[in-house]
Every structure is written in structure tokens, then in C-alpha cells.
């Protein structure tokens, strides 16, 4: 991102960007000409968050977590280099530092979870690489909050599956103060707690002696879910409070004096500052105000079917191919599974009484993860700026990372090993190129993506498809999004 910025010239966008007031550090301008690609469009509402707080009303469309975070490491661990460094190169710095931790332990978290739905190590270990290739990777790298909020979400995600539910709420309530959509994660603990009551039902004998052990089962299992659900929901209505508070209180005429500069770039721009002369905004007088709603509405003109406009038919081209690989993921499952999906999968299996729960994508477990895929879909496609979703889907589901695997494990003779469901015989000069594990064991010590790049004219059509899309987002987004340019 370095040497892209650096050779192509910024882009003159009409996006957020605040004046620097003071005067900068020695060392300041080096770290811009090394990172300063990663500080733009949305990152410049975080940096500026965690230097000067919601100075602005619409930076409170950006939740609090992730800029706290940012600010503790600027003054934390990098304070002593605030003589060589002004605040904001800190905080540029510290986003760097952190989103780099945030994203390996994401893949970590990714990999323990596909381990845990899918029981097939190899493929959770090929999605994990391919997470580490995410399309989404400049927003992984760049100050937003993705990164956090994907190893908040994955870790939560495989804490629920091992039954650690507590530590799991604990894990979502914070992925929901760094992203709104971390709110329909409580969607999992609902789920969890419905399938195992339905399964107890079905499991049981019926005779009427059980039924008060069951009921005691069920006031217990809601009560943990009602809290559960608090727990997650909380953090945003405490920082919708905070906004009330802030924007709609009175004033206490102890607020720090706003500088000359961010009172002009206010007036130039539209932008609503913090209430102090009972000017108050118009969402304050609502029965419930939720300042994150309006802001949307108001600033970026989100809402149902608004982005179905001909000049916006590019950005849905940029968002076309995780629009159809999500898409396949649903109904690959879905024919897969039909009768699974039409009981909701409450309905207890033969391979489950059993003992012998079927492994890989088209499994029982992955289910829940399918649907609140599709639900994140539709709702960008139809509700969102269309050419967010590669992040938006990236950073909070597995499926995008678990189906890719499966297409390649599926369809890629150079991961296939003998033993395997794919009997065909390879040619020779193939075999040398394979993995010594069958496609559900240990995995190999060979990186499975690189044998795929470095045998690139081996691999199918679908293959190409695939890792091209992957690839070419994740230089893409590096050459347009530090610039300036539409990749946002």
C-alpha cells in the first residue's frame, strides 16, 4: 500500500477528512508516506473518534470499542514515542499493530471453529488461508474495526460451540460494541438454546412425571437466553444513551472548546455539532432515539431498495461476485438438505441417535451459520451501499471462507489424496502434487493455497474463479481504497 500510494496521486473524494491541527512530530511525516493509505474513508472517522471523541453526529455511526482501543495502545505502550509522534500518527500506528494481531488471531479463531461445525481440520485449516487472502484484506489491514470485530465474532462463535456459553455472550456483547450488525449474533445463542430444547423433546419418553423437570429445562434455558441476548444488545443501547445524552442534553457549558478549524469544517460541510445552545437534532424528539438509525438515513440515504439506481450499477458489479458465492453457499445447502432446512433443524437426525454426525459444509451444524449468512446478504443487497458487502460478509461470516473451501476441496484434483471419495486416477505428474491426508484428516504440512497458485495451470475453471476473485480483490482494494478511490 506503500508503494501504490506513493505512485498513484489521491483521489479528490468527498469524504470525511478533518484538518490536522498541531504542528507534526519528527517522525511524523515518514509514518504517513509508510502508512497514511490506511487512513482513509471510514478510517478517518475512527482515527478522529479516538483522538477527539463524537465531536460530530455522524461519527456516531462508528461504535466506541474499536477506537478505544486504538486510543488505550496510543497512550499506553506507544507514549513514549509522543515526542517523535503526534497523537494521530499513534493512533495510525496502533491500528496497524493491532488490526495485524486482530486478523491472526480472526484466522486462529476461524480455523478452531471450521474444526468444531465442519470436523474436517483440512478444510477448516484451507478456509482459514483463505481468510488470510480475504478480499476483504484491505479492511482488514486499514483502521476499521473488521479485524477486531471478526476475532470478537469467530472466538464467540467457536466459545458457543464448545458450550462455553458465558464466555461466548461475554465474546458477542463486545463484537456488538464495535459493529451494529454484532446485534444479530444473539441470533446464535436463540437458536442454541431452541434446538436443544426441541431435541430434549423429542428425546424424552413424554410420560407426564418428566414434564416438570422439562418446564424447569425451559424457564431455565429462556432465562439464560433473555440474558444472553441483553448481554449482546447492551453495548448499543448504552452508546445510543451516551449519544442522547451528548446531542440532545442541555449542555453542562463545561464541553472543551471546539478549535477554529473543525468549527469551519462543520459549516462548510453540514456536519451537526454537539448541542449546547438547545439546538437540538430532529431524531431527539422520536419515541425511541436511536441516533445510529438516522444517521444512516440522513448522512447516507441507507434504507430498503434506495441504492437501485443505473449510476449505481458499478458498485453492484464490485459486489456481484460475493453476491453469487454467498448465494450458491445458501442453496448449495439447501439442496443439500432440504428437509433439514424445512424442520429449521430441530428435527433429530438417524446419523445423530446414531452417534455419527456427517462432516464438511453440508453438514447439520453448519445450518445456522448458512442462515445468518443469507440474512447478512439480503439485507446489504437490498438495505446497505451495495459495494460494502465483500467487507460486511468477510468480517462476520465463516461461510464465504467454509463453501470456498469446499469448492476447492471438492473440485481441485491437487488437494484430493487416495482414499479419498474421488476415485478417479490422476496422471502421474499429479499425484507427486498431492497431500499425504485424506480430505477430512490432519492437514498437510504443504500450504494448500500455494500448491494451487504455484500449479495454477493444474486447476479447473472453478478454481480460478475462486482464487482469482480472492487475488484480485485483495490487490485491488490495496491499489484503489488507499487512494482515495471507490473501494470502500
Known sequence: QALFNLLIPDHAADAFSPPRLPEPGLWDPLLERLLGGLSRWDAEHFLFVAERGYLYEHNCAFFPLYPLALRALAEGALWPSQRLLRLRSRLLLSAVLLNSLFSILAAAALYQLGCAVLRCPRRAFLAALLFSLSPANVFMAAAYSESMFAFLAFSAMWQLEKGQSWLSGLLFSLASGVRANGLINAGFFLYSRGKWFALQLQGGSGSVRKLPPLWKHLLSLASSAVLACAGIFLPFALFQYYAYVR?????????????????????????????????????????????????????????????????????????????????????????????????????????????????????????????????????GFFCMHVQVLTRFLGSSSPVLYWFSAHLLQEHEPLLWSEGTDHQTAAPRSEKSLRGQTGSCGKRAPENPVVRLLLNCGLITPLGKCILGFFLSFWLLGLILHCNFLPWT
Not at 457549558?253 to 445552545?277: C, F, H, I, S, W
Not at 441516533?291 to 443505473?310: K, M, P, T
Open 247 to 379: 446531542f440532545c442534553g442541555a449542555g453542562t457549558g463545561l464541553e472543551p472548546t471546539v478549535p477554529k478549524p473543525l468549527l469551519q469544517l462543520a459549516l462548510d460541510k453540514g456536519y451537526r455539532l454537539v448541542a449546547t445552545n438547545g439546538d437540538k437534532p430532529p431524531w431527539c424528539s422520536q419515541r425511541f432515539p436511536v441516533v445510529y438509525s438516522y444517521i444512516q438515513d440522513a448522512y447516507w440515504n441507507v434504507g430498503f431498495l434506495r441504492y437501485f439506481e443505473l449510476r449505481q450499477i458499478p458498485n453492484f458489479l464490485l459486489a456481484l461476485p460475493v453476491t453469487l458465492l454467498g448465494s450458491w453457499a445458501a442453496w448449495t445447502y439447501i439442496i443439500a438438505n432440504p428437509r433439514h432446512c424445512l424442520t429449521l433443524g430441530l428435527e433429530r437426525r438417524k446419523s445423530e441417535e446414531e452417534g455419527k454426525p456427517s462432516a464438511g459444509f453440508c453438514c447439520p451444524a453448519v445450518f445456522v451459520y448458512v442462515v445468518h449468512a443469507t440474512v447478512l446478504l439480503a439485507f
